[in-house]
C-alpha cells in the first residue's frame, strides 16, 4: 500500500503544475496562508457553536439559532480551506504522503467526518425543544466535545507536518517508517 502511494505521489510531483506551485516564490506561500486564515475562521465558528453545545458560551442564545447565523462563513471557510489544503499537498505530494503527521491528520479528518455525522444524526434523533435548553443533550455534548478535541489533533498535526521529525528522510525506526509510508529503496524528498 506504502508503495502504490508513494508512487501516485512521485507522479503527481512530476506534474508541471505540481513544480510551478511547489517553486513559484509566491504561490505557495500565499495558498499556505489563504489555507491558515480560513482555517482560523472555519474552526474558529466550528469552536464557538461547539462551546454553545458544551453549554459554555452563548447559552442564552438558542443553539439552532445560533448555528443558522454563522452556517455560510463557516461552510465558506471550509471548503476554502479544503481546497487550499488540496493543492498545499499536490505542491509536495511525495514528502506530504511520506509524513507521519499527513497520515494522523489524515486519520483525525476522517474521524471529524464520522463525529459529524454522528453529531446531526444525534441532533435529529433528540427531543423537541432542546435547542432552548442552555444545555444541549449528553449525546450532542459528547459531539462537541469529541469535535473540539479532533480539530485541535488536525491543526496540530497540520503544523507538525512542516517538521521532518519522522520523516522518510530522516531514517525513522521501523514501526515510523512502516507508519509514515517509506519505501525502501526509493528516493526521499
Known amino acids: 500500500m506504502n508503495k502504490l502511494f508513494y508512487d501516485l505521489a512521485v507522479a503527481l510531483d512530476a506534474t508541471a503544475w505540481s513544480t510551478s506551485i511547489h517553486e513559484s516564490y509566491y504561490l505557495y506561500n500565499w495558498i499556505e496562508t489563504t489555507h491558515v486564515l480560513t482555517l ?3 474552526l474558529g465558528l466550528l469552536f464557538l457553536v461547539d462551546l454553545r453545545m458544551l ?6 442564545i438558542p443553539a439552532k439559532q445560533f448555528a443558522d447565523r454563522i452556517r455560510w462563513p463557516m461552510l465558506i471557510g471550509f471548503v476554502v480551506m479544503f481546497l487550499t489544503g488540496i493543492l498545499l499537498f499536490y505542491a509536495i505530494p511525495v514528502r506530504t504522503t511520506q509524513s507521519l503527521w499527513f497520515r494522523i491528520k489524515v486519520v483525525l479528518l476522517i474521524a471529524a467526518a464520522i463525529n459529524l455525522y454522528f453529531f446531526y444524526r444525534s441532533m435529529k434523533h433528540a427531543s423537541p425543544g432542546w435547542e432552548q435548553s442552555a444545555l444541549p443533550p449528553r449525546s450532542l455534548r459528547v459531539g462537541a466535545g469529541l469535535s473540539l478535541v479532533i480539530w485541535a489533533g488536525v491543526v496540530i498535526c497540520g503544523r507538525l507536518i512542516a517538521y521532518d ?4 528522510i530522516q531514517e525513522p525506526s521501523e514501526i515510523i517508517a512502516s507508519i509514515a509510508g517509506c519505501v525502501p529503496g526509493q528516493e526521499q524528498f
Not at 55 to 60: D, K, Q, R, S, V
Open 165 to 168: 521529525w519522522y520523516d522518510c
Open 40 to 42: 482560523m475562521v472555519s
Open 55 to 60: 453549554g459554555l458560551a452563548f447559552a442564552e
